[in-house]
């Protein structure tokens, strides 16, 4: 089954889908700054586009490009900011 989130008034969208190995989805997020929260650690990789990044207890924003990857803890809240449409996926593991 695949679940179709939206959030921010449309400016993030994301398919989820579950695979043997975990729970996964992919998204587009439009230009601006925005702040996610997370019930477990999240794996994410950046497909394309490019994304400014200021993980939980940091004070320095961190920019990630196509195929680089970033883990954000489980219980936590992230920012993100980007100036072009970027696509990702998310493992939940």
């Known amino acids: 089954m695949i679940q ?3 959030y921010f008034n449309g400016a993030v969208k994301s398919l989820a889908y579950q695979t043997p190995a975990g729970k996964s989805s992919v998204g587009v997020i439009n230009p601006g700054t925005y702040e996610f929260g997370t019930a ?30 970033f883990n954000v803890p489980g219980n936590s809240s992230f ?15």
């Open 40 to 69: 477990q650690p999240e794996i994410m990789t950046i497909t394309e586009g490019s994304l400014e990044v200021l993980l939980p207890e940091t004070t320095t924003w961190q920019t990630y490009t196509a195929g680089q990857v």
């Open 4 to 6: 179709v989130n939206e």
């Open 79 to 93: 920012q993100v900011r980007t100036e072009e449409q970027t696509a990702y996926l998310c493992q939940y593991r």
